[in-house]
């Protein structure tokens, strides 16, 4: 299978990335209907306006009750998260006042042509980000979510975060979609090692079976996703019907468009986000919270 996904350039600044090369990729994406994906997409750009002004059906209490009501009824049930569920945990998200992409520039961070360039600033800034994470512990959020795996009503969780917050947490059935950050593979061969403890850059570090530099094991802007994990988490998404979907703005693609495949199957989404996102118009219950304090209340009524 040929996976042509990869993340744009274009993501780095909060617009969303409506013109990723989606044309050319849709004869290459086989295992799903992306067309119709595409159309939503379209439909998303013109509902964007809508979603502050959307009209909620009932009060808080009673979107959490029919949150919990819908995931308890769906068959399988998933998560999708994004970096607003590590927030809590001290880990920054990419968008927004406080994010990194505010702070620091992603094509000189983030990028396969940045690594090339200067290798050292590259490997510094992920030091840094390894530190964060960890020294990080699991949310309640990161907590409920494997409650609800353990309860049987959450299947699997796919998160575009690259720490290991989900698995410390418990989480069993977790995809990352954009990589793992503990852990580095070789620039030339399939070496790949775990980071035990925060490397020391410079120098950078190198491969123990071939000396090539180690890179971090993380998707790169202008990357193609790692294939087994995206059609992994594209055959989640196609047998599941609902989705939850949490602390991300939902303008990376493709992991934005798994909401989409749930929806456009029959399925429902549940969102929690402080923020409206693209996907906000799309939700059957939008739930304008923390990822923590809404899980909590969430897993409290499906306890009930
Ligand atoms: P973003 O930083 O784009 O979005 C984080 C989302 O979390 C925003 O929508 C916030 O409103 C929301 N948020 C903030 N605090 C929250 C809280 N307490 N509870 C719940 N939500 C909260 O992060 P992602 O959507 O994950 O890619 O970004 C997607 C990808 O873009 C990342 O994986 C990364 C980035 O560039 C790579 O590095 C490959």
Redesign the pocket.
Known sequence: MSVAFS?SED?FYHEPSFSLSLEDNIHTFSQTNLMSNVSLYNDMEDGRGHADARVFAGTYEQDIARAASLISSAKHAIALT????S??SGIP????RD?LWNKYNPIEL?TPEAFARNPVLVWKWYAWRIGLVMSAVPSAAHSALYDMEKMGVIKWVIT??VDDLHERAGSRNVVHL?GIILRARCTKCDYSIWWNDVPKIPPIPKCESCGEPLRPD??WFGEPLNEEALSKAWGIAQSSDLILV???????YP?AAIPLVVKENGGKIVE????V?PLTPYADVYIKE??SYALRKILEALKK
Do not use: K, M
């Not at 994004?82 to 569920?85: I, R």
């Not at 949490?246 to 990376?252: H, P």
């Not at 929690?272 to 923020?275: C, K, M, Q, T, V």
């Open positions: 993340i993501s994004g970096a607003g569920v927030v809590e998200t990419f968008r927004g994010g983030a575009q975060n954009h993380v998707i949490i602390g991300t703005s939902a303008v990376v992991a929690i986000n402080p923020d996102t923390g990822a």
